[in-house]
Every structure is written in C-alpha cells, then in structure tokens.
C-alpha cells in the first residue's frame, strides 16, 4: 500500500496543478493588457499602472474576502462529506459579502484621478489612469463572483473547469482589447478607456461561462447554487467576515506594498515606473505557481482539519512547503538567467527610447530572483495556516513583514541612500522575508500552540 505521504503528495499534486495552470492564465490575461497597452508607448504603460494598481489593490481585498470560501467549505466537506445544505449557504453569504464590500469601492475607484494626484504622480499620467478606471472599474463585482464560485469548485476538490474558463477568456480578452484600444471591427478606437472596458467584458467572460458550468454540471448543480439566495443567513454571513476579513487585510497589505512600491517609483521618474510595472508582470506570472499550491493546501488542510486528523493536516502542510520553495529555486534560476528574453516580450530592446527601462528591468528582475523562495514560502506558509482557520495572527504579521520591514527599508535604500528604484525592490524583499520566517515558525509550533485545538472546539 502507498504511504500516507505518498497519497497527500498525489493529491495535492492533483488538486494544485489545475489551480496554478488557472492562476497563470489568469495573469496571462492581465499580461496582455500590459502587451497592448505597451504598443500605444511607454507613457501608456506608464499610466495603465498607475490604474492597474489601484484598482488591484481593491481587488486582491475583495479576493481575500471571498477566499473565506474555500476554508469553510472544506472543513464542512471534511467533517460529512456528502454536505449540500451548508456548502450553498457558504456561497450564498460568501457573494453577498462581496457585494457589500463591492459598493464602495466602486465610490472610490470613480476618483481614481484625484486619488493620484493626491499621491503626487504627475498630472498627464493621472489624468490617463483615471480614464481606464472608467472602464475597468466595473470588473470588480464579475470577478469577484467569479473567484468565489472557483473557489466553491476547488474546496470541492474539481477545479479544472476554472481553468478551462479562464483559458477560454484569454482570446476573449485579446480581442476585446484589439477591438476597443485601437479600433477594430467599426468600434471606434477608444485606446485606455477600451482597455478598461475590454477587461470587464473579459471578467463578465469569466463569471457567467463558469456560473453556467455550475449550473449544468450534475456534479455541482445537486447543490442549486441559485435557490433560496435570498434567504437571509446572518451567522454564515458573520462566518464568512469573520475568516475572510483578516485574510483580506493580509492580501490587502501586500498587494498594497507592491503598489506603493509603484507609487514611489512614481516618484523617482517614469523610466523607473514603466521598468517596474514590467518587472512586476513578469515576477507576478512567476508567484501564480506557489500561489496556487497555497490555495491547494488550504483545500487538502482543511478537509484533514475537519475531520480532526491532526497528523494528514501536517502533511498536506509541509508538502505543499516543500514543493512550493523548490519550484522558487528553479524559478529564481530562470529570472537570473535570461532576463533580457523576458523583458523583449514586453518591451522592443531594439528602440534607443526603451534603453533605460529595459536597463532598470534587468536589474529588478535581478532582485526578484533572489527573493524568489521567501515570497514562495510566504504564500504557501498562508495558505496552510488558512485551512486551519487561522488568519488574524498572520495578518499581524503581514503588517509588520510588509509596511514596517518592507516599506521602511525600501524608503531608506531607494531616497536617503540614493539606490532609487533597486532600493525599492530590496525593501520588498526584506519584508517578504520576514513575514516567511514568520508564518512557517508559527505552522511549526501549531502544536505547541494549541491552533488545531482551539480552531475546532
């Protein structure tokens, strides 16, 4: 017979593959904005930064929130198996929380203009940025309803169908963007606002092809996603705040320190800002592969941690560890190796004009290698920690990791002692760092703690 860690393997394995496929396409899609937005010039990507930012910064909160899903769903599937009753009510509460949350981030992102130029980014710039947020906006509620239902297949251990959806909107997305940015097809060409509205025809894309996917599979329609949704369910409702809050304010810090990071590059000049946002692109396509093994060890802890197997819930932890730092050593490798090749598809090497972006990419990616393994260590160690139901403590951590670490550091490095932009991304690196050492030291003491205890009582 397989050893118990050799059938955890196999299932994680099986579990996380199809949710980093489905990450990764999901940054493609977000990469091919940058590569349209790219072909309208270097201010264009510039400013569409700026936006994407901001806009992401709500948007990985939101995510947090609804992330609550998952964790509850598989601790209900692990303690009975077969649960229709309380799984529907978790979706049910878990898309009616993002609708609240949805509201006033629509207020806000509608002075996505003002909000710049109160930050101290240059007015041409703003003024670009805030005219994709007029059409980019509206994405917000359709992914978010999107990610849930993702998340209600994945807790249910079959989450392919995401990634078949997600791969089918990518040349949706393409040709929404080609369409609307340069005026294709008799549309007139609307350049920042058609990217915007292109990427919420694409999340609108996403919602709806996988809401139907929910509706007509008979492996998800025994649970009527859609009946009784307006029944009123305040303690689930309070559950789901409850989980998914803190894990909002955690993805909300470090998304928040990259954007900020965007902000005081911003900041230094728009060399720096344009290289930056394609270094990000790039390190954020190489996160979707320990993102995705986070969310798969959420899904495997909490069916263990549900049936109060203490011993199955530190396996699926310390394997998706292992399995999460070792592709950042190959990752790192590749980032180090051939940064230029990386860098072209976002940027034409051969133009004199793009000679000190792609120069300051280099350099970025260069640090991005090196903090490669903590940044990995960081999303896996969260992920396991979040299958046990325990997210308040990490969300401590997150603050002090990312914005007294991180940004402080960052500060000092890029102004005081003039590193400018390769100041910055070794600030982010040291609090990516810290708050690794932090979560993985907590996982390991959980016992010692009493966490399993204390989440189940």
């Not at 940058?34 to 992401?56: E, Q």
């Not at 994945?154 to 040349?171: D, H, K, N, Q, T």
């Not at 263990?304 to 932890?317: I, S």
């Not at 590749?334 to 280099?362: G, Q, Y």
Request: with cysteine; glycine share 10%; net charge positive.
């Amino acid at each position: 017979m397989a050893s118990p860690w050799r059938l955890e393997a196999g299932a994680l394995t099986a579990l996380a593959l199809p949710m980093i496929a489905g990450n990764i396409a999901w940054a493609g899609i977000a990469a091919t904005d940058l590569l349209l937005l790219g072909r309208l010039g270097a201010d264009a990507v510039a400013s569409g930064a700026l936006a994407i930012n901001l806009f992401n910064a709500l948007l990985i909160f939101g995510m947090g929130l609804v992330t609550a899903a998952a964790p509850l769903i598989a601790t209900e599937r692990g303690r009975r198996r077969h649960s229709v009753r309380d799984v529907r009510r978790t979706v049910h509460q878990t898309l009616r929380a993002a609708a609240l949350f949805v509201l006033p981030a629509w207020a806000l992102l509608w002075k996505s203009e003002s909000i710049l130029l109160a930050m101290g980014q240059e007015a041409d710039l703003a003024a670009q940025a805030g005219q994709l947020m007029r059409g980019l906006q509206w994405a917000l509620l359709p992914f978010l309803g999107f990610t849930t239902l993702r998340n209600f297949i994945s807790a249910l251990e079959r989450p392919v169908w995401g990634l078949v959806v997600m791969v089918c909107a990518i040349p949706f997305n393409v040709l929404a963007g080609w369409t609307l940015i340069f005026g294709h097809f008799g549309f007139p060409a609307l350049g920042l606002l058609g990217a915007g509205i292109a990427s919420t025809l694409s999340s609108s894309f996403l919602f709806l092809g996988l809401l139907g996917v929910v509706l007509i599979d008979r492996r998800f329609r025994r649970y009527r996603l859609l009946g009784r949704f307006w029944t009123r369910d305040g303690e689930r409702h309070r559950a789901v705040w409850a989980l998914g809050l803190p894990i909002a304010i955690t993805l909300g810090l470090e998304t928040t320190v990259f954007n900020a990071s965007a902000f005081l590059m911003g900041l230094i000049d728009r060399d720096s800002l344009a290289a930056h946002a394609v270094a990000i692109q790039i390190a954020a396509l190489v996160f979707m592969v320990p993102m995705g093994i986070g969310q798969a060890a959420t899904v495997r802890v909490g069916l263990a941690y549900g049936k109060k197997d203490d011993a199955g819930a530190g396996r699926a932890g310390w394997l998706a560890l292992a399995i999460g730092t070792g592709f950042a050593l190959a990752a790192a490798a590749v980032l180090i190796a051939m940064p230029k090749m990386l860098i072209s598809a976002f940027l034409d090497l051969h133009d004199p004009a793009n000679a000190r972006t792609a120069a300051l990419a280099v350099s970025f990616l260069g640090v991005a290698a090196l903090f490669q393994l903590v940044d990995a260590a960081q999303a896996v160690g969260a992920g396991v920690l979040r299958g046990i139901q325990d997210t308040r403590v990490p969300m401590i951590f997150a603050l002090v990791g990312y914005w007294v670490i991180g940004i402080g550091v960052g500060v000092i490095l890029a102004f005081p002692l003039k590193l400018q932009g390769l100041g910055i991304w070794l600030g982010l690196a040291s609090g990516l760092g810290t708050v690794a050492l932090m979560l993985i030291l907590r996982w390991a003491l959980r016992d010692r703690l009493h966490l399993l205890r204390r989440a189940q009582n």
